[in-house]
């Protein structure tokens, strides 16, 4: 897979399949590789946890620090993706974008003797879109304005 990292422009299945000097044969090993979930991220990411409880101090409280951000895409049939604020917009104009929403937690490790610390990747999750208000009306509480019911 060192062709990832040659691969000029869009870092692209077709351009992977380009780097490698493959793009005259047969795609479908190449798309049925990426296709499928290759990695378990649970699993990795314990790992890295239960070294980190080795690196705290017994009593230390284990600090985490959540990155929520947006990672462009250009289609909508990915899962996940839907139109987002643009954080990098002017802020005077609102900007939308093609966008999946990610979560990153990094745990602060003590590092040296001055309070410095170092932060290291415990999860990353991909947060489902949450679900829009229904399609009925929503039933008032109590009376509306100027319906007629005071003095």
């Given at each position: 897979m060192f062709c990832q990292v040659l691969s000029l422009?869009?870092?692209?299945?077709?351009?992977?399949?380009?780097?490698?000097?493959?793009?005259?044969?047969?795609?479908?090993?190449?798309?049925?590789?990426?296709?499928?979930?290759?990695?378990?991220?649970?699993?990795?990411?314990?790992?890295?946890?239960?070294?980190?409880?080795?690196?705290?101090p017994a009593q230390a409280p284990l600090v985490v620090a959540m990155d929520d951000s947006i990672h462009r895409k250009s289609g909508q049939k990915t899962p996940g993706v839907a139109w987002r604020v643009d954080p990098t917009g002017p802020k005077f104009q609102v900007n939308f974008v093609l966008a999946q929403r990610v979560l990153q937690l990094a745990a602060a490790v003590p590092f040296g003797n001055e309070g410095a610390a170092r932060s290291i990747p415990i999860d990353f999750v991909r947060p489902r879109h949450p679900s829009g208000p229904g399609s009925r009306p929503r039933r008032r509480i109590g009376r509306s304005i100027g319906s007629g019911g005071g003095r």
């Open positions: 422009g869009r870092h692209t299945l077709t351009g992977v399949i380009c780097a490698a000097g493959t793009q005259h044969q047969d795609w479908t090993a190449d798309y049925r590789l990426y296709s499928r979930r290759r990695v378990d991220a649970d699993a990795l990411f314990d790992g890295v946890r239960e070294e980190l409880e080795l690196l705290l």
